[in-house]
């Protein structure tokens, strides 16, 4: 009988034991992956519903035409919009060669003081590709046009 109940026990530990584990490598993996999850916002959510300053996500939408404004150095000022809501868009850094005016864009970065910080500039790869959801973002708004329309 006691030969039952010592494996009972040992079972118990061993149940007990892969439970902490599991528990403690979940968290684990959830603090380090907090800074790589970055959620997707379209202007017109920005603008509703302004995200903490210290928060960093994606914005997408298509460069406002006629925002375009390259400042002293490297500084660069532009407006993103998904025909809903535009959102004023500062980047200190070189752009890619397929941004342009009315061109797709998806950014990183931060929303300060009404202005979004981006750290991260994307443009579309050719003429017909665009991120799903900056097309999900624009269709919502009824802006978004089919390639070769």
């Known amino acids: 009988m ?17 439970t902490v584990a599991l528990v403690v490598s ?21 603008v509703a519903e302004p995200p903490a300053a ?4 994606r914005i997408g939408g298509l460069v406002e035409e006629g925002s375009l404004i390259r400042g002293q150095g490297e500084q660069i000022r532009f407006n993103v919009t998904d025909g809903g809501a535009t959102v004023p868009v500062v980047y200190g850094g070189v752009l890619p ?6 061109q797709g864009m998806v ?8 202005v979004f910080e981006a750290s991260e500039i ?5 003429e017909t590709y665009m991120p799903k959801e900056v097309v999900d973002a624009l269709k919502e708004q009824g802006v978004y046009k089919e390639p070769g329309s």
């Open 97 to 102: 060669d397929l941004f342009g005016e009315n």
């Open 122 to 126: 994307l443009a579309k790869h050719d």
């Open 26 to 46: 979940t968290v684990l993996i959830g603090y380090a992956m907090r800074d790589g999850i970055n959620f997707f916002r379209s202007p017109s959510q920005v």
């Open 107 to 114: 950014g990183t970065g931060r929303y300060v003081n009404g």
């Open 2 to 18: 006691a030969l039952k109940s010592l494996k009972k026990q040992r079972r118990i530990q061993v149940v007990a034991l892969a």
């Open 54 to 57: 210290n928060e960093t996500f």
